[in-house]
């Protein structure tokens, strides 16, 4: 989206006057720039935006493959092994970005999930600088990564990060067993990372949105749901533990799975299965129960005695008949504060969680699929440590970029909204006056950068009948679709640089963006 706020207060601007105060490309992500008061030196905040945008371009953490000249690869890797920028201020850029881009939402996904950064290929060149690198699963050296994933519920579009934790562990850190670590306080256990990042979400995001925490299993914590539930702060977690549920007598409790499988059922929905993860493509045929069930605290562990938890349990399983053979069926138990009485309550939840999937692919285009961070062959935990974050960032980027593009037509849809409360004129293409109009220009590209065809298409000719395509109401958007299934199928990527000139009649006000902004969608 492209917003046309209204212009400052005071003198009136000339007809040079710059289009944006600010402008945002695909729901204010694709082009927010990294800010933060925590690094106040200009220098290290350019070199910060300028190695996101590096890595973005290049779809790599690897400092010496998005870092094309000798100057900008010492630039990168001064910066990360600069003393005075710490992690905790790159972070704290993005979680700024992420807040203006919540701003005006009314309901926000925070979607959590814990993955692993292995660098064990690396440990001996981090030993060098490094004592004692840290440890991951398996002994090896790495770092865990917890992002807490922001994702639009109705659009279902992430905007970025309220929380980012990385820990690792010591080499000679006690066992679970020598630690008793079934009774251990849950802010001593690794555990409590999913109740600190849902309190950080709440806490980080606009007050006045709806949050929803989503979690997969490992976050069924019955901490969880005593301490992070408010009136505008939910959860909805995968249930795992055969959790104990009280009846209308306080002395009769019933498992949760039993319980389930008991209720009535309440509808049945089908959807279509992808092929992966070893399950065949298919039309999945669900069974849809919910109820309010009312949770009892375990009966050991440091949660012993606490007050039972009243929520509601969705549960959803595969009928037999469209399993496939040698195949289990997909079946989830979802608990939620949400309120969930009626069936189209119960699938906007299926909905919400199925979103999770995005923090999936973030990791796996951070990982693997992507940016190769594990590649990366920095000496020190700490300059790992900022260039995660960022790669995190940029990879959020070309997710979102990936997403705007649909595939199947090769069709890119752009907006231009109007914030301004008075109608705005967009110019049109006119040989007689000086400016060229509102146009885009359309680049594709291989993926050496070489240029394989160019095409500039305006928004609208000067033609009276088509006059209402050219005016955006007040407080109004309006949507532009650029066909490119014609386009030669060998390009890498699209680019769109869109250049506007738009006009207010009323206050007479011109806009015009000296520097066209560019957005780039991939092609493959």
């Known amino acids: 989206c492209i917003h046309l706020p209204p212009p400052p207060t005071g003198t009136p601007p000339s007809r040079s006057y710059p289009l944006y105060t600010s402008i945002y490309y695909f729901f204010y992500l694709c082009l927010m720039l990294l800010e933060t008061d925590q690094i106040r030196d200009p220098r290290l905040l350019r070199r910060l935006n300028l190695i996101c945008s590096q890595m973005v ?23 990360l092994n600069n003393s005075s920028v ?20 009314k309901h926000l996904l925070c979607i959590q999930d814990t993955s692993e950064i292995n660098y064990e290929a690396h440990v001996e060149r981090m030993k ?24 639009d519920a109705s659009s279902h579009i992430p905007i970025g990060f309220s929380s980012v934790k990385q820990w690792n ?96 059922l309440r509808a049945e929905y089908s959807f279509e299965v992808l092929p992966g993860s070893g399950r065949k493509k298919r039309v999945a045929c669900m069974e849809l129960r919910f109820e309010r069930v009312t949770l009892c605290a375990p009966v050991n562990g440091p949660a012993k005695g606490s007050p039972p938890v009243s929520l509601y349990c969705i549960h959803v399983k595969e009928k037999s008949s ?48 992507g940016f190769m961070i594990e590649d990366a062959q920095l000496e020190t935990v700490s300059a790992l440590q900022k260039l995660i974050l ?6 959020l980027q070309v997710m979102v970029l990936k997403l705007s593009f649909d595939k199947e037509t090769k069709a890119i849809q752009l907006t231009l909204e109007n914030k301004y409360n008075a109608p705005i004129l967009l110019n049109p293409k006119s040989d007689d006056e000086s400016e060229k109009g509102t146009y885009y220009t359309i680049t594709l590209k291989d993926n050496s950068g070489t240029i394989l065809k160019n095409r500039e298409v ?19 958007k309006q949507s532009y679709t650029l066909d490119l299934s014609t386009w030669a199928d060998s390009a890498y990527l699209v680019e769109v640089r869109l250049h506007v000139e738009a006009r207010n009649p009323t206050e007479k006000i011109h806009y015009i963006n000296k520097n066209d902004i560019t957005k780039v969608f991939l092609w493959k």
């Not at 060098?128 to 994702?151: D, M």
């Not at 305006?458 to 109004?476: C, E, M, N, P, T």
Request: aromatic residues 8%.
């Open 169 to 264: 562990r010591s080499p000679a850190a006690l066992s679970r067993e020598e630690r008793n670590y079934r009774y251990q306080p849950i802010e001593e256990k690794e555990s409590y990372r999913w109740i600190e990042s849902g309190m950080a979400a709440s806490e980080q995001m606009p007050r006045d949105a709806v949050k929803t925490i989503i979690g997969d299993r490992e976050a069924d914590i019955f901490e969880l749901f005593s301490r992070i539930p408010t009136d505008n702060v939910h959860l909805l977690i995968r249930s795992v533990h055969e959790r104990n549920c009280r009846l209308d007598d306080p002395d009769c409790s019933v498992h949760l799975n039993t319980l389930m499988e008991q209720a009535v």
């Open 458 to 476: 305006y928004v609208y000719h000067q033609d009276l009948s088509r006059k209402g395509d050219f005016v955006i109401g007040a407080l109004q």
């Open 390 to 395: 960022i790669s995190l960032q940029a990879a």
């Open 322 to 369: 469209s399993t496939p053979v040698n195949e289990s069926p997909i079946e989830w138990r979802l608990l939620t504060t949400h309120v969930v009485e009626t069936v189209e309550q119960a699938i906007e939840c299926i909905g919400w969680y199925r979103c999770r999937w995005l923090i999936e692919e973030l990791f796996r285009v951070l990982k693997r699929k």
């Open 57 to 79: 371009v290049h779809q790599s953490a690897i400092v010496n493959q998005f870092s094309k000249e000798h100057k900008e690869k010492m630039g990168a890797y001064r910066f």
């Open 128 to 151: 060098k600088k490094t004592a004692s690198p840290g440890i991951v699963g398996q002994k090896q050296c790495g770092t865990f990564l917890h992002p807490v994933l922001v994702v």
């Open 86 to 105: 710490s992690s905790d201020a790159i972070l704290s850029g993005l979680i700024h970005t992420c807040c203006k881009n919540a701003s005006g939402r």
